[in-house]
């Protein structure tokens, strides 16, 4: 089993940009798929950034977020971050990381692949 927790959301004007983190409770995340995903009122949940935290791997982010987000990773402190750049009244969402455990290095941006969610931190861009 594997807790997630979620810390960083808040609220920030347009251009703005904000750091999200990931706390895992296990070793385990070194061989594992980590994404980020994103869920506004009345929508469904899209991913936005993943990647394999075993090394070797690349990163994948949706077309609405490249260039101004990233992900990246603490392995000693077992924690995933998403930076965000530039942002924008509609990257308001609630913001959840997910982790799947994998032999692939190739991680999906589809929320039906992960398997541990965390609770969400809201994310608020006001223009």
């Known amino acids: 089993q594997v807790q997630l927790v979620e810390s960083g959301g808040g609220s920030v004007q347009a251009g703005g940009s904000l750091r999200l983190s990931c706390a895992a409770s296990?070793?385990?995340?070194?061989?594992?798929?980590m994404g980020w995903f994103r869920q506004a009122p009345g929508k469904g949940r899209e991913g936005v950034a993943a990647m394999y935290t075993g090394g070797g791997g690349s990163t994948y982010y949706a077309d609405s977020v490249k260039g101004r987000y990233t992900i990246s990773q603490d392995n000693a402190k077992n924690t995933v971050y998403l930076h965000m750049n530039s942002l924008k009244p509609e990257d308001t969402a609630m913001y959840y990381c997910?982790?799947?455990?994998?032999?692939?290095?190739?991680?999906?941006?589809?929320?039906?692949?992960?398997?541990?969610w965390g609770q969400g931190t809201q994310v608020t861009v006001s223009s």
């Open positions: 296990t070793y385990s995340m070194r061989t594992t798929c």
């Open positions: 997910a982790a799947v455990f994998t032999a692939s290095v190739r991680c999906s941006l589809v929320p039906s692949g992960y398997i541990y």
